[in-house]
Nanobody, 119 residues
Framework: QVQLVESGGGSVQAGGSLTLSCSASQYIYCMGWFRQRPGKEREGVAQISAEGGTTYADSVKGRFTIRRDGAKKIMQLQMSDLKAEDTAKYSC????????????????WGQGTQVTVSS
């Protein structure tokens, strides 16, 4: 069982930046970020494999960057040029393989952290 703990959420004005972090209790191959906006279904934001291969949702390309540390147990999501539509609860997820950035492909989930962007 892998435990995931997120940190770094908060409130920011549009155009600002925030960095989210996720700490895993043990190594796992694929880690990703998902978000759930008010009234919307959960959606994939970005994922990263242990080798560093990344996938991003079109809505965040060029604005968000996902990284992992050398031990592969800490993952960060650097978010810049934030928009009001980025307001959501962001959750860290992990799984054995990186596929199509769909929530059904992930086995472990964190509790989530709220990001609020005001315009």
């Amino acid at each position: 069982q892998v435990q995931l703990v997120e940190s770094g959420g908060g409130s920011v004005q549009a155009g600002g930046s925030l960095t989210l972090s996720c700490s895993a209790s043990q190594y796992i191959y694929c880690m990703g970020w998902f978000r759930q906006r008010p009234g919307k279904e959960r959606e994939g934001v970005a994922q990263i494999s242990a080798e560093g291969g990344t996938t991003y949702a079109d809505s965040v390309k060029g604005r968000f960057t996902i990284r992992r540390d050398g031990a592969k147990k800490i993952m960060q999501l650097q978010m810049s040029d934030l928009k009001a539509e980025d307001t959501a609860k962001y959750s860290c997820a992990a799984g054995a393989y990186c596929y199509s950035l769909r929530s059904s492909e992930y086995d472990y989930w964190g509790q989530g952290t709220q990001v609020t962007v005001s315009s």
